[in-house]
């Protein structure tokens, strides 16, 4: 079955820098992807998405990379600010757009750190 | 245009109780997702909805139910209230097909089981 997983629990950088937050998959069949932003007690805030036929996608400082071949993909944010400390979770949808209806599958998450 | 609303925010219940959950997704769209949100398990899939009809169900007991009325608008009821019920509860709409797959979340209800 479809899991989504991070490499890590946490991250910490300073106001800034770059961030990186990488996601493995083990569904080859997943062919759309979504990050979510979530803050303390609120709901998963859309990031942004990328399907399997893209390499890579950016937003407003943001950019996510899908590598297939090794079933890995990251989000980058630029210029990380104290806004942007959350916990980030990457979410695979198996057979998009077919049957999955509504089902995301979600990994563990990142916790962002961001140090003034 | 008003994000995915929940209702109640926060409700605390005892074991053996049942609990109904309401959720009214962001205007226009047509498909709602339930998930569980727990530390140890993370964000868990319960059941999908579009047009009153449920789609697809993730691996919960009979005791999770759901349903969707015409107005787009979902309840998910939990019956037999247990400990581990404990969680956040998060609904999230979509516009429907073609684009059913693009979710945006609601703030969650927080369900406290004493």
């Known amino acids: 079955g479809e899991s989504v997983g991070l490499h890590l629990p946490t991250l910490s950088v300073q106001e800034g820098d770059n961030s990186i937050i990488n996601c493995a998959y083990s569904n080859s069949a997943s062919d759309y992807f979504i990050w979510y932003k979530q803050e303390s007690g609120k709901g998963p805030q859309f990031i942004i998405d990328i399907r399997s036929n893209m390499d890579k996608r950016q937003g407003q400082r943001v950019t996510v990379l899908l590598n297939k071949t090794v079933k890995h993909l990251s989000l980058q944010i630029a210029a990380t600010q104290p806004g942007d400390s959350a916990v980030y979770f990457c979410?695979?949808?198996?057979?998009?757009?077919?049957?999955?209806?509504?089902?995301?599958?979600f990994g563990q998450g990142t916790i962002l750190t961001v140090h003034p | 245009k008003a994000g995915v609303t929940q209702t109640p925010r926060y409700l605390i219940k005892t074991r053996g109780q049942q609990v109904t959950l309401s959720c009214s997704p962001i205007?226009?769209?047509?498909?709602v997702s339930w998930y569980q949100q727990t530390p140890g398990q993370g964000l868990q899939f319960l059941f999908e909805?579009?047009?009153?009809?449920?789609?697809n169900k993730g691996n919960f007991p009979g005791r999770f139910s759901g349903r969707q009325f015409s107005n787009s608008r979902s309840e998910m009821n939990v019956s037999t209230l247990e400990l581990g019920d404990s969680a956040l509860y998060l609904c999230?709409?979509?516009?429907?097909?073609?684009?059913?797959?693009?979710?945006?979340f609601g703030p969650g209800t927080r369900l406290t089981v004493l």
């Open positions: 909805y579009f047009s009153e009809t449920q789609r």
């Open positions: 205007s226009g769209h047509r498909s």
């Open positions: 999230a709409s979509s516009p429907g097909p073609p684009l059913t797959d693009t979710q945006y």
């Open positions: 979410a695979g949808v198996p057979n998009a757009g077919g049957t999955s209806y509504g089902k995301l599958t």
